[in-house]
């Protein structure tokens, strides 16, 4: 089984005192914008935008267009006035501030070890900046972003590290691997409880030595602990668990997040291409979410809602594709009537008591099950798909 890990960045890989680094940041950005917006509007514009990217649970918009809503207009300023400015800060100006942070000496030894290895490896930093930025961070880590099979960054993530969501995107930006999976930070609040609601394993990069493993929230230790815990841990251990109320409502809120990012920009010929004659394209795949959104998931939810112990149907959608001809409708306009469907679903939830998620009911194929069973049979339908998309898309 392969292990994929997911690593945090700041004070994990690099050692980087986010309350000394970010502060200056923010004093070198407000210099740089000086000739363009007075630094206390833009300081409380920043600080505005960020708030507004954490607490965002949109998965229609990314990050940086959460940001963008929020920063410009109290700038009074457009983004193409401003944009060359930021885009040299990040160039020339950010690069500078390399001094306020140190590499971390295990790092780079245990990342090439964990590649020789053959695990896959995703950078699982707070997507709260750009690319550029992250990028740079990685480098004064002493790595080349190449060496990662993916970097989360405000352009292409849609939550951050505060929602177990954003861990189900990571991994759903990553094909839902099938294998184990390991969460790998420093931070409590960010990095391992949210990763934990999904249900996955995580180890919590600490100053106190490998002897204090026997942590509540899990594993703990020093990085350079990590890779002999790793080969004393049976793999099957790792293996994530996606059953809880928490991690099927972060599945489903990521599901759309991620083909937002994985699709977007794509032309109409790869919508259509079909990876082998049986298989389905993405066009098809994506009206088949749309359809089974509509007509399958927010029944069985309203059932719930209407019966006590309410008989489950599932009706045969497989044959949707052919029947409906899919593969000649728009794939853009599918994704976004499947955006809006799972807007819907989320709502129809959310409205759910809690006790509601363990009422009884009988599945056509499952038999005795309850409402929470049900979701989680969403949210396993929504990572197969995934899976699907994903190879598709690397078949092109």
């Not at 000086?34 to 509007?41: S, V």
């Not at 930093?125 to 002493?142: E, S």
Request: contains cysteine; charged residues 20%; glycine residues 4%.
């Amino acid at each position: 089984m392969t292990l994929t890990l997911l690593l945090d960045l700041d004070d994990t890989l690099l050692n980087t005192n986010l309350q000394v680094f970010m502060p200056a940041c923010f004093q070198a950005l407000s210099k740089e914008l000086a000739p363009h917006i007075a630094p206390d509007l833009m300081f409380r514009a920043l600080l505005s935008g960020t708030r507004q990217m954490n607490e965002s649970d949109d998965f229609s918009r990314s990050l940086q267009e959460v940001f963008e809503a929020e920063f410009y207009p109290q700038l009074n300023i457009s983004r193409s006035d401003l944009e060359p400015a930021i885009e040299n800060f990040y160039d020339n100006i950010f690069p500078s501030l390399a001094g306020l942070t140190s590499q971390i000496p295990e790092a780079k030894p245990f990342v090439d070890w964990a590649l020789s290895k053959g695990y896959r490896i995703a950078i699982a930093t707070d997507p709260l900046l750009p690319r550029k930025a992250t990028y740079h961070r990685l480098r004064w880590a002493g790595f080349d972003p190449q060496q990662f099979e993916l970097i989360s960054t405000y352009e292409n993530f849609h939550f951050s590290k505060t929602h177990p969501a954003y861990y189900a995107e990571i991994l759903a930006r990553l094909g839902w691997p099938a294998g184990p999976v390991l969460m790998v930070g420093n931070d409590m609040e960010r990095d391992i409880l949210p990763a934990k609601k999904l249900g996955l394993s995580a180890y919590h990069v600490d100053v106190e030595p490998a002897s204090s493993f026997g942590h509540k929230a899990g594993p703990r230790g020093k990085l350079d602990d990590l890779r002999l815990w790793l080969e004393s841990t049976d793999p099957a251990s790792l293996m994530p668990s996606f059953k809880s109320m928490a991690s099927v409502m972060g599945i489903i809120s990521a599901t759309p997040a991620a083909l937002n990012g994985l699709l977007h920009g794509l032309d109409s010929a790869s919508w259509s291409r079909k990876p082998a004659p049986d298989d389905w394209s993405l066009t098809e795949l994506v009206c088949h979410l749309r359809d089974s959104e509509r007509e399958v998931h927010q029944m069985q939810i309203r059932l719930f809602k209407e019966q006590s112990e309410p008989f489950i149907p599932r009706p045969d959608t497989a044959v949707w594709a052919s029947q409906r001809d899919y593969l000649h409708e728009c794939g853009n306009s599918a994704l976004k009537e499947f955006n809006d469907a799972r807007c819907e679903t989320l709502a129809l939830l959310k409205n759910m008591a809690q006790i509601d998620w363990q009422r009884k009911a009988r599945h056509a194929i499952f038999g005795p099950t309850n409402f929470l069973e049900v979701i989680s049979f969403m949210a396993d339908h929504d990572r197969m798909h995934m899976q699907q998309a994903w190879t598709t898309l690397k078949k092109m």
